[in-house]
Nanobody, 123 residues
Framework: QLQASGGGLVQAGESLRLSCAAS????????VAWFRQAPGKGRDWVTC????????GYADSVKGRFTISRDSAKNTVFLQMNSLKPEDTAVYYC??????????????????WGQGTQVTVSS
């Protein structure tokens, strides 16, 4: 089970840190990604970390502002979001996959999802 948390309402330019806590399995066995879904839009891939933690990838829209990390002792993945913009407003989901790294941006390969946490950025 994945439990996402940490969302909230912030002003543009501020920061938030999302958490994705896993129970019943080790996150070190999976690549972990964050997706987001803005109102009226589809779910978009944001970032991913490989199972061994050695590879990370980011959507162009968040590169340089968002950072994914993992605390293995806590079995939790984090998404540090800095310099937030109104267009970052969305429900953020964490998810796990075992797909090869070259396909981690594809939503279809993720079967285990957290419940989502709302991030709202005001201008």
């Amino acid at each position: 089970q994945l439990q996402a948390s940490g969302g909230g309402l912030v002003q543009a330019g501020e920061s938030l840190r999302l958490s994705c806590a896993a129970s019943g399995f080790s996150l070190e066995s999976y690549a972990v990604a964050w997706f987001r879904q803005a109102p009226g839009k589809g779910r978009d891939w944001v970032t991913c970390m490989s199972s061994n933690g050695q590879h990370t990838g980011y959507a162009d829209s968040v590169k340089g502002r968002f950072t994914i990390s993992r605390d293995s002792a806590k079995n939790t993945v984090f998404l540090q979001m800095n310099s937030l913009k109104p267009e970052d407003t969305a429900v953020y989901y964490c998810a796990t996959t075992t797909v090869i790294w070259g396909r981690v941006t594809e939503e279809i390969h993720y079967r285990n999802w957290g419940q989502g946490t709302q991030v709202t950025v005001s201008s």
